[in-house]
C-alpha cells in the first residue's frame, strides 16, 4: 500500500521560509518521478515542481523559479520542497505526488499524471 505524508506547512510572514517534507513508503521510490502541487480555494491544483527518481533532474513552473528547491533522499525514502521568498500567492494546500512516467522537459505537470497523493499540507502567507 502507497502512503505519501506530508509535513512542515503552517503559517509563515511574507519573505519567510518553509520547507516541506513527503515521506513515501509502499513503493521502489527511486523509480518514481516524485512532484509538488498546491491549491488555493476555488482553484484548480497547480504544478510546482517535480524531480526525476535519481534527483538529476528538476523542473519549476515559472512563478516559483528562483525561490524553491525540490530535493530528495532516496536513501530516506523522502522528498522536500524549500520555499524562501514567500508571498501570499504561494498560500495553499501542497500536496506530494508520485509518477511511474519517464519525464522530459516540461513534461509531467499535470496532477492526471501522477499515480499516487499524498493527504495535503496547508501553507499560509501572510503579507
Known amino acids: 500500500q502507497v502512503q505519501l505524508v506530508e509535513s512542515g506547512g503552517g503559517l509563515v510572514q511574507a519573505g519567510g521560509s518553509l520547507r516541506l517534507s513527503c515521506a513515501a513508503s509502499?513503493?521502489?521510490?527511486?523509480?518514481?518521478?516524485m512532484g509538488w502541487f498546491r491549491q488555493a480555494p476555488g482553484t484548480e491544483r497547480e504544478f510546482v515542481a517535480r524531480?526525476?527518481?535519481?534527483?538529476?533532474?528538476?523542473y519549476y513552473t515559472d512563478s516559483v523559479k528562483g525561490r524553491f528547491t525540490i530535493s530528495r533522499d532516496n536513501g530516506r525514502t523522502t522528498m522536500y520542497l524549500q520555499m524562501n521568498s514567500l508571498e501570499p500567492e504561494d498560500s495553499g494546500v501542497y500536496y506530494c505526488a508520485a509518477s511511474g512516467y519517464y519525464c522530459v522537459g516540461s513534461g509531467c505537470n499535470r496532477a492526471d499524471q501522477y499515480a499516487y497523493w499524498g493527504q495535503g499540507t496547508q501553507v499560509t502567507v501572510s503579507s
Open positions: 524531480i526525476s527518481g535519481s534527483g538529476g533532474t528538476t
Open positions: 509502499g513503493l521502489t521510490f527511486r523509480t518514481y518521478t
